[in-house]
């Protein structure tokens, strides 16, 4: 088994700055991604992103926009994190490791894929809620792991060849040092 569909039922999200994060969902994906947030459209995050992501990462899909954009509050906690800067290095490495451990999904022989013109965030709320049939506020608020290992079971229960085992994955990780170590092999001729 992949360990992407472990990883998305006990990955357990990491208090920053002493607020407790909730899985990265496709709510936190909409609300950073409309803040400009560089940790979505990509970027060097400063003080104020790292307080942006943490503060939104923070809420859920039922505190909505007015809670989750409580610039007021925001801006009172992010004002008493400003004097413990000394851990900003820590939180931003905590914050990466986060949102990359929040996208670990299951691998594919294949990476071509369609372009989509709605925003990836609003295809896995509804693939929440069309096909896992979970209430609306539950399937924004659904882990993004959890969203694309279903959606992996899905493709894969519906005629879709390209998931990779285990195995598969070893072998490929194999191949690819063996072709490394011919290359530097190639290299030092």
Known sequence: ???????????????????????????????????????????????????????????????????????????KWGKANRKQRAQFPAAVTALNDHIIASFVGPEYWSAEGGSIKAPYW?????????????????????????LMCHFACKSETEGNKDLMSADDIKGKAILEADAAKEKAAKGKK
Do not use: N
């Open 1 to 75: 088994m992949q360990g992407a569909f472990i990883q998305s039922l006990t990955y357990r999200p990491p208090a920053i700055l002493g607020r407790q994060l909730l899985p990265f969902s496709p709510w936190h994906g909409v609300v950073l991604e409309g803040a400009g947030s560089p940790y979505i459209i990509g970027g060097v995050p400063d003080f104020d992103d790292v307080i942006t992501a943490v503060w939104v990462c923070s809420h859920s899909f039922t505190h909505g926009w007015a809670g989750t954009l409580d610039l007021k509050a925001a801006k």
């Open 122 to 146: 609003w295809h896995m709320a509804t693939f929440g809620m069309s096909t896992l049939h979970l209430p609306y506020a539950d399937a924004w608020d659904c882990s993004i792991a959890r």
